[in-house]
């Protein structure tokens, strides 16, 4: 993934992530919580040109929720509303334990994607999701048994290094996600993107996510180093300063951009074949 | 301390807002609580709402004092107020 990339005008793979497992409706009244309104919006978010939905499951009280019974209740939901978009579970969860981590995994069908958290990161005062190395390779092996695409989610410079020293293990092309923002995540910045685009090995596809306010400039420079964009009200809940987002004008924004900036938003098909997913 | 936190309530309506279904509400903030943070407050996953959670007050303190600094906190939302969600 090179400004080479941005020059053929290579497709953009668009993500929304549609409501996390951190934050809910005290904080948004409109982030979807249920299974019925994360299809909704994933649907919406497909239309708008996203061809992957990041998923976490919740309780009925917007809790978070890590079962498979869970995960099938929404996915199925997902399924129903879209037509053709990919679906990625989240593995992600602070404090939850090991066995219960795996259980996004597990649904009929299994995702085609699944996020996989490549290091420790910090969590309010007091929390820390560990995510060791030997949660990171069972989940891992798992995923492979039940041929799931890991997006590797690179938070901060450890990570990478974390992430650099296993990718033999990840099919071609590997998919890292970066992270910029705040507390355990990358500082934020043009030049510190620019750095870590530079020295990635060859053959590597990369996402970027920005927090907050950081959304629109980093997946926007993202988009011109090649890369793909992550959006959605997961990661930032305002359109602009003082305006709550909705999912679906935040993916319609990046699809906006990309293609003014000549490169197209990628198809589901496209982003399957980039990524090298074989479909469910 | 493994059980629930004593500053924990589920409600409906409260801090000017409203849901269909009963949220956790902190007495202690005086709001509702995150997703995560509600975790902590039902002591899931070993989790210890005294240990863990920054807005804890002992529930016993027969003291009359004010609420220790280091565990109280003024402001119940996230670092990042523009949404800030770093589990993936």
């Given amino acids: 993934m ?101 259980e996004p995994l597990r649904t009929d069908p299994a995702p085609e994607m699944a996020s996989l958290d490549m290091g420790p990161l910090n969590r309010y005062e007091r929390l820390t999701s560990e995510n060791t190395r030997a949660l990171v390779s069972s989940l891992h092996a798992e995923m492979l048994d039940r041929d799931i695409k890991p997006e590797l989610e690179v938070f901060n410079d450890g990570h990478l290094n974390e992430t650099l020293a296993v990718l033999e293990e990840f099919e071609e092309p590997p998919y890292m996600n970066f992270l910029f923002g705040g507390g355990t995540t990358s500082p934020p910045s043009p030049r510190n993107l620019a750095n870590r685009v530079e020295n ?38 305002y359109y602009e300063k003082g305006e709550r987002a909705t999912n679906e004008r935040l993916v319609a924004r990046a699809v906006r951009i990309t293609e003014e900036l000549g490169r197209p938003a990628a198809t589901p098909a496209e982003t399957r074949e980039l990524l090298g997913l074989r479909g469910r | 301390m493994t059980e629930e936190c004593p500053h924990l309530t589920y409600r409906t309506e409260g801090d ?19 997703p995560m943070r509600a975790d902590v407050c039902n002591a899931r996953y070993g989790l210890d709402p005294e240990r863990d959670c920054e807005f804890y007050v002992a529930p016993e303190r027969t003291d009359g004092g004010t609420v220790d600094p280091a565990n109280g906190a003024d402001d119940p939302t996230e670092t990042d107020a523009a949404g800030g969600d770093e589990d993936r």
């Fill in chain 1, 2 to 102: 090179t400004y080479r990339d941005y020059l053929d005008g290579k497709p953009t793979i668009v993500t929304a992530a549609l409501s996390g497992g951190v934050q809910g409706k005290e904080t948004h009244p409109d982030l979807p919580e249920s299974p019925e309104e994360i299809a909704a919006a994933a649907a919406a978010c497909e239309a708008a040109g996203a061809s992957v939905v990041h998923l976490h499951a919740r309780r009925e009280n917007g809790e978070r929720a890590f079962s498979t019974e869970r995960f099938q209740t929404l996915t199925d939901a997902v399924r129903e509303a879209t037509d053709d978009v990919i679906i990625q579970h989240s593995t992600g969860g602070t404090a939850a334990p090991d066995d219960l981590r795996h």
């Fill in chain 1, 200 to 237: 990635l090995p060859e053959g590597v596809e990369f996402t970027v996510i920005g927090l907050g306010r950081h959304q629109l400039p980093m997946t926007t420079q993202s988009i011109l180093l090649g890369g793909h964009v992550r959006v959605g009200l997961e990661d930032n809940q």
């Fill in chain 2, 16 to 34: 000017d807002r409203s849901f269909d279904v009963a949220r956790a509400f902190c007495t202690v903030t005086d709001s509702f609580v995150q």
